[in-house]
């Protein structure tokens, strides 16, 4: 903001009112307003902590598979993500209910650690998506098509991550115990405690999909129904209201603030030539419209190194919109695709931001622990960008279907 704001005065000479006309023009969307009620969704599910019975209700189909507790996580943090869209909750939250008894039934901590801390890819991608909202907010995209176009590579992702668990185990067993093994008649009432949740996903996305409301139509039914499912599990308190608002509120002025001076800086280098420039220059490169995929690929790996995705997506999206634009890239799957590289951001240390939040929840584990564990996982993330690069439709099939 310091850097738009000087460059706005002293480089390009325009009045110091741009700033307030950029920053209103970025953020008066309505269809921002469903951010805050998504956040708003998985904070109170988070701190009333009734995801434990998601978890233990997942267990009891996933515990039997090598890895049991862990591919649960994974299931569990897709459940949660179609809940909320929120990565940082899904870590905390799984941090706290399933490494425990990840521990305590004696799982490797690099193995459950780096599980917990990867498994919050799933939350960004499978809709609804609070980044996704964001970057079709900001870029002037259909926000159903893009929460669309995330669903199946959502679960694409989520079984490319069991495979990943599965195959470290096979490759070195002595990382989990023998496998949890529970009745037919246990599963069965598994069910019964997975429906509540199924029904406020199927409430969101029905809503969202079939055309019944806008996007934040039903961020609001969601956040509803979240206060409806945690009341009847007799978990509901003012003080947890209270914290969830709070904590709502943050999130959504940290990101929103970074947002419009996003807005502005990009103003700013438009205005000056700057991003004309970079832009000519890039396309000019002999490497082809992959290869210049493959240096935005490399650029997120390292600046995830430092940076959290929603950041990178602000910091870099001036310099690098015009550029997929030019490319004829389709900003749908574009969207998706920077979901994944961007969300990589989270388990790379030594700034991840999953690695952070989970030490703080974990904080006997040193934070090497937790970074090793999450480093195989890279592998079923660049996976699954390859998938949607060979096969774009994975990410625009559905979308085609809704929009006839």
């Not at 622990?369 to 994975?394: D, K």
Request: glycine share 10%.
């Amino acid at each position: 903001g310091i850097v738009a704001v000087v460059g706005l005065t002293w480089y390009i000479d325009q009045p110091i009112s741009q700033v307030a006309e950029t920053t209103w023009s970025s953020l008066n969307s309505f269809t921002l307003t469903a951010m805050p009620l998504f956040i708003f969704m998985g904070t109170i599910l988070g701190n009333t902590g009734v995801n434990e019975r998601l978890f233990a209700a997942i267990d009891k189909w996933c515990g039997h598979f090598p890895g049991g507790l862990a591919i649960s996580v994974i299931a569990g943090n897709a459940i949660f993500g179609a809940m909320c869209g929120s990565a940082m909750a899904a870590t905390a939250t799984f941090g706290k209910i399933a490494f425990p008894v990840m521990e305590k039934k004696g799982y490797s901590p690099r193995l459950g650690l780096g599980a917990i801390a990867t498994a919050d890819i799933l939350s960004p991608l499978i809709p609804p998506s609070i980044l996704l909202i964001i970057y079709g907010s900001w870029q002037g995209i259909s926000i159903v098509d893009l929460l669309a176009a995330g669903l199946i590579p959502g679960l694409t992702m989520m079984i490319l991550l069991m495979l990943a668990i599965v195959v470290q185990v096979k490759l070195n067993p002595s990382l989990i115990p023998p496998p949890t093994k529970y009745t037919w008649r246990e599963r069965f009432v598994a069910v019964f405690e997975v429906l509540p949740f199924a029904a406020v996903i199927a409430g969101v996305l029905g809503a969202i999909f079939g055309g019944f409301m806008t996007p934040t139509e039903a961020a609001a039914l969601g956040a509803f129904l979240s206060l409806v499912l945690t009341f009847a599990y007799r978990r509901l308190t003012f003080d947890i209201i209270k914290k969830s608002l709070l904590e709502t509120v943050k999130v959504t002025s940290f990101s929103l603030f970074i947002m419009a001076m996003a807005t502005l800086i990009s103003h700013v280098f438009n205005s000056a030539g700057i991003i004309p420039l970079i832009k000519d220059y890039v396309i000019s490169l002999p490497i082809g419209k992959y290869g210049i995929l493959v240096l935005f690929f490399i650029m997120y790996f390292f600046m995830g190194m430092f940076f959290d995705s929603w950041s990178m997506l602000f910091l870099t999206f001036p310099f690098v919109m015009p550029i997929i634009h030019s490319l004829d890239i389709n900003l749908i799957w574009w969207g998706v695709v920077y979901v994944m590289a961007g969300g990589q951001a989270s388990m790379t240390p030594p700034f991840g931001l999953s690695l952070a939040v989970l030490h703080g929840v974990v904080p006997w584990h040193p934070m090497e622990t937790i970074a090793r564990g999450a480093v195989p996982f890279l592998i079923p993330i660049y996976l699954n960008i390859l998938l949607l690069i060979l096969f774009p439709q994975l990410a625009l099939w559905l979308p085609g279907l809704l929009g006839g």
